[in-house]
């Protein structure tokens, strides 16, 4: 696939020849295009080092005229604010826990029904497969009430499981597996397996697991993003101080702290910089299976 | 693999395996849909008892001035968002696509954005827009201009929002269309070239046309997000003590379809109207996507 192959290019760096059939215009062409490439990407990297640039300030600093470019040297304070604003390390561990448990439940069911729904012919298995897509349309707020009512009404309000549990299938994933499945796996090794005397779920845990790792880590990062980001369902859902996750309580910061940019700023910094590690840690892979995934 | 005798019982280890997905969204999602249509012909604010409405919650929505002002809100937002946004996207990945090196790199930082948490993006915007000493307004009056209220004004409200969304989503559709152009082969644009067609030419006669799936995917996926605009301007007003911060900032200019449903549902504890206001914006969503992706297949045969 295209991202691969261009992985490969860069690490061969400038020593590859130019295309010799291309002319000098065409190569002319290709050097210019540096420069919006250069523009945009400042452009989207801005935000991340003015954000830098705050929290590393005083608020002071970020009144004064002409603005401050460069970071300071205040981010330890700016930091023990936030920490006294707000329950950092407790949210901070909220949103780990729901991260980490929707991502590993996902990953396992989200794989063991695409792996029925790839390899396996079973009697109304077309409607079941719609009926999942169909799902898939419904948008999130038509059952955010009721999802609350039930959540009161089941003692869950305030506590992580009305995070973790609704979130531990989806429609996407299931998708998105089958389809990976169905490519990577060859049915020669199922029916090999079959022979050897391996039912449904030996097949899943033996044969199916060990090669669906590269699409498991695609879903899961994607998962683990998501969850980790989530914002809606956990501002409705967690009404207790002490159990918010870390985007609630960066909001709850905005609302106390509003207008002293430079605290935060600190909170967001330290809410980003795990998710940047984590994406960047499997960049190449997330990115490369999104675009295979986009035009699939 | 296929059993001879359809027999449901020998296959329930494919019943087991795809059950958990359709056991919780029987809990989570079906039954709440059933009770979210019951409710809505229902007036509760969670402790008194329920009383019956009828559609007097749909006639009201119909009639109601705050929900037509945030359906009109958040139409423009997202335009204001989608369009330019788009173009820009495809622009982006036309250039990546040419470019010889470095490719990975700005797929990674095309991508950032769009991974990054949206409470955090919205609150270094509302900072670098603030009315008074914002970075914005502060170059704006270095080159010699006056500032500008940004988050007091019907339209630049409107503007901070679409930008915030520009810059979340810009790089992620143009990875998608570079996805896209990938797919396309060189000897297409060989032959456009012997045909004597410039760039500008071969763009919009090659490239537009032959990225009409992809282009429809995006335009598809983007009026839903848009449509559903939530968090940005949630955050974005979130500090604004004087008066709700879910009202949608000064003049409501912000108040958006499912913000407004927030505020109804949850600050107003006002369920029955709450679950209207959710199967109005179902409607609308469903119609604008239809629309917008008849069009999208129309434009280019």
Same mark, same amino acid.
């Given at each position: 696939?295209?991202?691969?192959?261009?992985?490969?290019?860069?690490?061969?760096?400038?020593?590859?020849?130019?295309?010799?059939?291309?002319?000098?215009?065409?190569?002319?062409?290709?050097?210019?295009?540096?420069?919006?490439?250069?523009?945009?990407?400042?452009?989207?990297?801005?935000?991340?080092?003015?954000?830098?640039?705050?929290?590393?300030?005083?608020?002071?600093?970020?009144?004064?005229?002409?603005?401050?470019?460069?970071?300071?040297?205040?981010?330890?304070?700016?930091?023990?604010?936030?920490?006294?604003?707000?329950?950092?390390?407790?949210?901070?561990?909220?949103?780990?826990?729901?991260?980490?448990?929707?991502?590993?439940?996902?990953?396992?069911?989200?794989?063991?029904?695409?792996?029925?729904?790839?390899?396996?012919?079973?009697?109304?298995?077309?409607?079941?497969?719609?009926?999942?897509?169909?799902?898939?349309?419904?948008?999130?707020?038509?059952?955010?009430?009721?999802?609350?009512?039930?959540?009161?009404?089941?003692?869950?309000?305030?506590?992580?499981?009305?995070?973790?549990?609704?979130?531990?299938?989806?429609?996407?994933?299931?998708?998105?597996?089958?389809?990976?499945?169905?490519?990577?796996?060859?049915?020669?090794?199922?029916?090999?397996?079959?022979?050897?005397?391996?039912?449904?779920?030996?097949?899943?845990?033996?044969?199916?697991?060990?090669?669906?790792?590269?699409?498991?880590?695609?879903?899961?990062?994607?998962?683990?993003?998501?969850?980790?980001?989530?914002?809606?369902?956990?501002?409705?859902?967690?009404?207790?101080?002490?159990?918010?996750?870390?985007?609630?309580?960066?909001?709850?910061?905005?609302?106390?702290?509003?207008?002293?940019?430079?605290?935060?700023?600190?909170?967001?910094?330290?809410?980003?910089?795990?998710?940047?590690?984590?994406?960047?840690?499997?960049?190449?892979?997330?990115?490369?299976?999104?675009?295979?995934?986009?035009?699939? | 693999?296929?059993?001879?005798?359809?027999?449901?019982?020998?296959?329930?280890?494919?019943?087991?395996?795809?059950?958990?997905?359709?056991?919780?969204?029987?809990?989570?999602?079906?039954?709440?849909?059933?009770?979210?249509?019951?409710?809505?012909?229902?007036?509760?604010?969670?402790?008194?008892?329920?009383?019956?409405?009828?559609?007097?919650?749909?006639?009201?929505?119909?009639?109601?001035?705050?929900?037509?002002?945030?359906?009109?809100?958040?139409?423009?937002?997202?335009?204001?968002?989608?369009?330019? @946004?788009?173009?820009? #996207?495809?622009?982006?990945?036309?250039?990546?696509?040419?470019?010889?090196?470095?490719?990975?790199?700005?797929?990674?930082?095309?991508?950032?954005?769009?991974?990054?948490?949206?409470?955090?993006?919205?609150?270094?915007?509302?900072?670098?827009?603030?009315?008074?000493?914002?970075?914005?307004?502060?170059?704006?009056?270095?080159?010699?201009?006056?500032?500008?209220?940004?988050?007091?004004?019907?339209?630049?409200?409107?503007?901070?929002?679409?930008?915030? @969304?520009?810059?979340?989503?810009?790089?992620?559709?143009?990875?998608?269309?570079?996805?896209?152009?990938?797919?396309?082969?060189?000897?297409?644009?060989?032959?456009?070239?012997?045909?004597?067609?410039?760039?500008?030419?071969?763009?919009?006669?090659?490239?537009?046309?032959?990225?009409?799936?992809?282009?429809?995917?995006?335009?598809?996926? #983007?009026?839903?997000?848009?449509?559903?605009?939530?968090?940005?301007?949630?955050?974005?007003?979130?500090?604004?003590?004087?008066?709700?911060?879910?009202?949608?900032?000064?003049?409501?200019?912000?108040?958006? @379809?499912?913000?407004?449903?927030?505020?109804?549902?949850?600050?107003?504890?006002?369920?029955?109207?709450?679950?209207?206001?959710?199967?109005?914006?179902?409607?609308?969503?469903?119609?604008?996507?239809?629309?917008?992706?008849?069009?999208?297949?129309?434009?280019?045969?």
């Amino acid at each position: 696939m295209a991202a691969h192959d261009t992985a490969t290019v860069d690490r061969k760096g400038p020593s590859r020849p130019a295309p010799v059939q291309k002319g000098k215009s065409v190569r002319n062409a290709a050097k210019w295009a540096h420069l919006p490439m250069v523009v945009a990407s400042l452009l989207l990297l801005f935000p991340f080092y003015w954000t830098v640039v705050m929290a590393t300030n005083t608020n002071a600093d970020y009144y004064a005229t002409p603005p401050k470019v460069v970071p300071g040297t205040h981010l330890l304070e700016n930091i023990a604010s936030v920490l006294t604003s707000i329950n950092f390390f407790g949210s901070m561990a909220n949103t780990a826990i729901v991260a980490v448990s929707v991502t590993v439940l996902v990953l396992f069911f989200d794989s063991l029904a695409a792996f029925a729904f790839a390899k396996y012919d079973f009697p109304a298995k077309k409607f079941l497969f719609g009926l999942m897509l169909a799902f898939f349309m419904v948008p999130a707020q038509l059952s955010t009430v009721p999802q609350f009512i039930t959540m009161i009404n089941i003692g869950w309000v305030g506590t992580l499981q009305a995070l973790i549990v609704p979130a531990a299938a989806n429609a996407f994933g299931i998708f998105w597996m089958r389809q990976y499945i169905s490519t990577s796996i060859p049915d020669e090794i199922l029916d090999a397996a079959v022979m050897d005397g391996c039912g449904f779920f030996r097949q899943y845990f033996l044969v199916v697991l060990p090669v669906i790792r590269p699409g498991l880590a695609f879903l899961g990062i994607y998962t683990f993003v998501q969850a980790w980001n989530d914002y809606v369902w956990p501002l409705i859902v967690l009404i207790n101080p002490d159990m918010l996750t870390l985007q609630v309580a960066l909001s709850q910061l905005n609302v106390s702290r509003g207008t002293d940019y430079a605290v935060v700023m600190a909170g967001a910094v330290l809410a980003i910089i795990p998710l940047i590690v984590v994406f960047l840690a499997f960049s190449k892979q997330f990115v490369a299976d999104s675009v295979k995934g986009a035009v699939r | 693999m296929t059993g001879a005798r359809r027999n449901p019982l020998r296959f329930w280890p494919q019943y087991v395996a795809v059950s958990p997905f359709f056991l919780l969204f029987a809990a989570f999602g079906l039954f709440p849909l059933a009770f979210s249509a019951w409710l809505a012909f229902h007036r509760w604010d969670g402790i008194s008892p329920v009383t019956f409405a009828g559609f007097d919650q749909f006639r009201f929505l119909v009639a109601d001035a705050t929900f037509r002002k945030a359906v009109v809100n958040t139409i423009i937002i997202w335009i204001m968002a989608t369009v330019p @946004m788009l173009f820009m #996207s495809l622009g982006l990945a036309s250039m990546l696509n040419s470019v010889k090196r470095f490719r990975t790199l700005y797929q990674v930082i095309l991508f950032l954005p769009s991974v990054t948490s949206i409470v955090a993006v919205v609150i270094f915007f509302k900072a670098i827009f603030d009315n008074q000493v914002g970075v914005v307004n502060q170059v704006l009056e270095a080159i010699g201009l006056s500032g500008v209220q940004w988050l007091n004004g019907y339209w630049t409200i409107k503007i901070v929002l679409a930008v915030i @969304m520009t810059w979340q989503w810009v790089g992620y559709n143009a990875i998608i269309y570079y996805a896209g152009l990938q797919a396309i082969s060189g000897e297409v644009y060989e032959a456009a070239k012997l045909d004597g067609a410039g760039p500008l030419r071969t763009f919009w006669s090659i490239t537009v046309p032959l990225l009409r799936p992809v282009i429809i995917f995006t335009v598809v996926v #983007s009026t839903i997000g848009g449509m559903q605009t939530f968090a940005e301007p949630q955050v974005l007003f979130g500090s604004n003590a004087s008066i709700n911060p879910n009202s949608g900032g000064p003049g409501q200019a912000g108040l958006t @379809m499912v913000l407004y449903f927030y505020q109804q549902a949850f600050n107003n504890n006002n369920y029955g109207y709450g679950a209207a206001i959710a199967y109005g914006v179902f409607a609308i969503v469903a119609v604008f996507t239809l629309i917008n992706w008849r069009i999208t297949a129309r434009a280019e045969k």
